[in-house]
């Protein structure tokens, strides 16, 4: 019996040509008289020729894009445990609060009078923040997480420029497991980075940094908890140091999730942290929608906080737009408005319906989550590195030693297992990283589905069933990508099977 | 003509006061697929252990740092072109660069052959 259809569908796994194969060239949908009398005022700039676009009606277009939606993997349809992604359930009440047409239905120019509750919100939400990270102050208009770094990085290099250190205060200090837009954002600004060593146990070598700090070092940029799952304990010894020798420090706070409502990172002596709204308060993540990157600047660089702001005075709320007063010192505008007022209005939506106590159980269940998932897998897989974990569970590709099978193989298996994999090869500091982060979305039945299914899959890898593991994923709409081929050398342009026949169209 | 290494896995081999650069067998092992090359242009100098060449493969992006100070007098082309020059002889003809040293005595500080094997059993 053949495993092949007529149609090359099966069953409701069905196939999507491209539009381009799709489509109808010499079709549109109206079919309007050529207009007769009227002068071309173009000069010559006129159309000469098709531009070859392929029409649809409109139930195929929308065949076309729900076919292709159905091939995606959501947190709406299982755990999606990306470490450093904090891949969260965002509540459906998020959604319909950013769809209430006065949150929705504004425009940004719209005078300040007549949309003062949709600056309220964001006035408040400013007060959240500040509050749960300790810090007095906040910029909300970077648009993500690397965006707010870069807003921190240009605050403290507007605040040494402003004690004429410009040309002298030039590297950076960044930890070797650090997030690749740290040492991005830091060249961005002008700076030149410094690796710093990690120690036997996962962590920022305390005194490898001193040795490393000087006149010339401008700031660290320290991930807490780092990209390894674990709390950087000498982070505050870290803090005195570097302010110490004269610089800032910089806190990466993408992984916030797992201290949120626990420890405030004003206290941990940080300068300004980013906090990825999309992650930590639920809304969609990256690629799945708009990021938001708010900025918590501490009392030093408060004052090279950048425009605009929102502030308070009496009963009103106003948009700061100019450097002038308190904003004198403004390092200036990184986007043309206020920020993602969508994901402004989810991330609040999703604060005042967890409450102070919730957002602490947030953190609480997100560390219990992760390490169930830890001692439940470290029966058959190695941790990167030994002991507790906070929001994510690191291990090695040490125990696939000798079986043939690597880390993206393992991946590729987990897909078969109707997962969406973990992080891999990441962070660097550890051979064949894979990196999960449950979140504390998952109940224990779901956990212990995914423990149960990545043990069978390690037994079955350390049992020597190689071809599940090379052949992987087999059930998947398409089988394994040629990476290397893709990579080297890559289709970027569509070409029709039949030139000839469509150019004599 | 000696052939020495570092810690890094970049290979250096001496012909009088030149000397050709690339990457260990080791290192390409662990890279896997290299899709992707970018040297220096010729006529740059460098201080040992500077950032000189990139590579990136299906799994990670390398800096490729100068063994020792020089200046550089001659690219593989080829391997910009055909990465996989590097995976097929990372030691032979998937060599990286050519330097003319501008201080030989640097050599003495790096690895042979038989302390580079251990370097890597050890890792």
Known sequence: MTNETFTGHKALQLEVPLLFEEGSYEKCGIDTPAPSGIKSRLGGHGADEQVNLPAFTEPQAMRHFVRLSQKNYAIDMGIFPLGSCTMKHNPRLNEKMARLPGFADIHPLAPEKTVQGALALIHELQEWLCELTGMPAVAMSPKAGAHGELCGMMAIRAAIEAKGEGKTRTRVLVPESAHGTNPATAAQCGFSVDQLPATEDGRVDLEAMKAKLGPDVAAIMVTNPNTCGLFERDIRAMADAVHEAGGYFYCDGANFNAIVGKARPGDLGVDAMHINLHKTFSTPHGGGGPGSGPTVLSEALRPFAPIPAIVKEGDTYRIIEEETGDFAKSFGRMVAFHGQMGMFVRALSYMLSHGADGLKKVGEDSVLNANYVRVRLAEEMTQGYPGLCMHEALFSDKWLKDTGIGTLDFAKAMIDEGFHPMTMYFPLVVSGAMLIEPTETESKQSLDEFCDSLLALARAAKAGETERFKNAPRFAPRGRLDETRAARKPVLRWTPPNPEAMAAE | ?123
């Open chain 2, 1 to 123: 003509m000696t052939t020495k290494f570092t810690k890094d896995h970049e290979w250096i081999r001496v012909e009088g006061d030149t000397a050709t650069v690339g990457i260990t067998k080791h290192a390409a092992e662990q890279l896997g697929d290299v899709v992707f090359v970018e040297l220096p242009d010729v006529g740059k100098s460098f201080s040992q252990g500077d950032d000189m060449a990139v590579v990136e493969s299906v799994k990670a992006a390398s800096d490729v740092y100068a063994p020792v100070s020089g200046e550089v007098i001659e690219v593989n082309q080829s391997i910009v072109d055909a990465p996989e020059g590097v995976n097929d002889a990372p030691e032979g003809d998937g060599w990286f660069v050519k330097l003319k040293l501008s201080d030989p005595s640097q050599l003495d500080g790096l690895m042979d052959e038989a302390a580079y094997k251990e370097h890597v059993a050890n890792a």
